[in-house]
């Protein structure tokens, strides 16, 4: 399942929920790096390497006329319920998305990884869980490469959440961003 949505600023959202799947589908990934890679091709990723030789004028409005990320990239991340342990399948979807984070077009790019749950749960709980949710992606896409000093990880509970009902599956996931240097 690979969908792109539009609204999610510079970002990329991974998505978690229980875990449902028959064991067969849960260790192929739900895209492959490529597909990432290929999503951000056409955004811009932050000031380019290109020297511009002309009048200031010229300079500045070709910097300024790049297009601007405007869509976001799900990434499929299951966990276990009311759990910060990562599925099989969020094991593999994860191991796309760091083979991308360590090749030529990310490799050099610096994430936010978003823990978000549902409003089931008190804040504290729901504080601690989303938390620990985010730190178990960051924790595994730097056992597989990438530097986690690229990684930085928040965590917002349910207060965003993503749906209008709160207590709704989706809105318990882990989102990552492209952060703003």
Do not use: W
């Not at 811009?44 to 976001?72: F, H, M, N, Q, Y």
């Not at 804040?123 to 595994?140: C, H, W």
């Amino acid at each position: 399942m690979l969908r792109l949505v539009a609204g999610f600023g510079a970002g990329l959202c991974f998505i978690c929920s229980v875990a449902s799947s028959p064991a067969s589908a849960q260790n192929k990934p739900a895209y492959l790096a490529a597909d990432i890679e290929r999503h951000f091709a056409e955004k811009d990723l932050g000031p380019s390497r290109a020297l511009c030789i002309g009048a200031d004028s010229e300079c500045a409005r070709s910097a300024s006329s790049r297009p601007t990320v405007s869509s976001g990239f799900d990434l499929i991340v299951t966990f276990d319920y009311n759990s910060d342990n990562l599925t099989q399948s969020a094991q593999a979807n994860l191991d796309e998305f760091a083979k991308a984070l360590r090749g030529a077009r990310l490799g050099t790019s610096s994430f936010a990884i978003e823990g978000h749950t549902d409003a089931k749960g008190g804040e504290s709980f729901n504080m601690n869980l989303s938390a620990r949710r985010a730190q178990a992606v960051t924790r595994y896409l730097a056992e597989r490469g990438v530097d986690a000093s690229r990684l930085e990880t928040k965590a917002y509970g349910k207060s965003r959440p993503r749906t209008a009902d709160p207590a709704e599956a989706a809105n318990r996931r882990v989102e990552a961003r492209i952060r703003e240097n």
